[in-house]
């Protein structure tokens, strides 16, 4: 396992269409998170799961997102009628269960640009 | 809000000379500690990290930082830095309230290392 992976890592996209992103976390790991960067600032949390239960989302999801993991595997993130101020890169990052306070390895992260 | 503030968006330093990276965090419990550090184009790889015992703790490349329960911080050091330490540097909470492993982030720190 070479680690978390992330595709793509790079999309340009047209305001108003839609993106969706990929994430596979270390096949062991059971819990998935989401992130979003934009320059300048760290990394703020947007959603979680453990195993294919979405456990938490940020008020920063609006209801354009939607992140699924079917079958707590991979996880895709959607973004609908996308905007310009959706231009960021969007980190994953997973975790064992047991190891939710330890180390959370990342993704090498998607980042979207808006036109 | 629980809050993570990192002093200086960007710091310079000669090379061989020591690294200082500030943080401090917004909690009367004393949350879980991280530092992490992203090269350009790559995503969070974790330098060191704080969960109980000794408050002084070494991580990867020669970093060390020290919890400070009265000063509600967890400062980043390095005693002689290299070309390699420049990046930008993260430094990253869990609050213990839940078991949610939701990082929260400081704004991140840039660290220039000249020859």
């Known amino acids: 396992d070479t680690g978390v992976s992330q595709n793509p890592r790079h999309k340009i996209t047209k305001r108003g269409q839609n993106v969706t992103f990929r994430c596979d976390p270390i096949?062991?790991?059971?819990?998935l998170y989401w992130y979003r960067q934009t320059l300048g600032q760290g990394p703020e949390f947007l959603t979680y799961?453990?195993?294919?239960?979405?456990?938490?989302k940020s008020r920063l999801l609006s209801d354009r997102f939607s992140a699924e993991r079917p079958k707590g595997s991979f996880s895709t993130l959607e973004i609908q009628r996308t905007e310009q101020g959706d231009s960021a890169m969007y980190l994953c990052?997973?975790?064992?269960?047991?190891?939710?306070?330890?180390?959370?390895?990342f993704g090498q992260g998607t980042r979207l640009t808006v036109v | 809000a629980q809050s993570v503030t990192q002093l200086g968006s960007h710091v310079s330093v000669s090379e061989g000379a020591l690294v200082l990276l500030r943080c401090n965090y917004s909690?009367?419990?004393?949350?879980?500690l991280f530092w992490y550090v992203q090269y350009p184009n790559q995503g969070l790889q974790l330098l060191l990290k704080?969960?109980?015992?000794?408050?002084l703790v070494k991580g990867i490349n020669g970093f060390e930082a020290e919890f400070k329960k009265s000063e509600t911080s967890f400062h980043l050091t390095k005693p002689s830095a290299h070309m390699s330490d420049a990046a930008e540097y993260f430094c990253?909470?869990?609050?213990?309230?839940?078991?949610?492993?939701?990082?929260?982030f400081g704004q991140g720190t840039t660290l220039q290392v000249k020859p």
């Open positions: 990253a909470v869990i609050y213990g309230s839940s078991n949610t492993g939701k990082l929260i």
């Open positions: 990052a997973s975790t064992p269960s047991s190891g939710w306070n330890t180390e959370a390895f």
């Open positions: 909690s009367s419990v004393p949350p879980y």
């Open positions: 799961f453990q195993n294919e239960a979405q456990l938490e």
């Open positions: 096949s062991e790991h059971n819990r």
């Open positions: 704080y969960t109980t015992g000794a408050t």
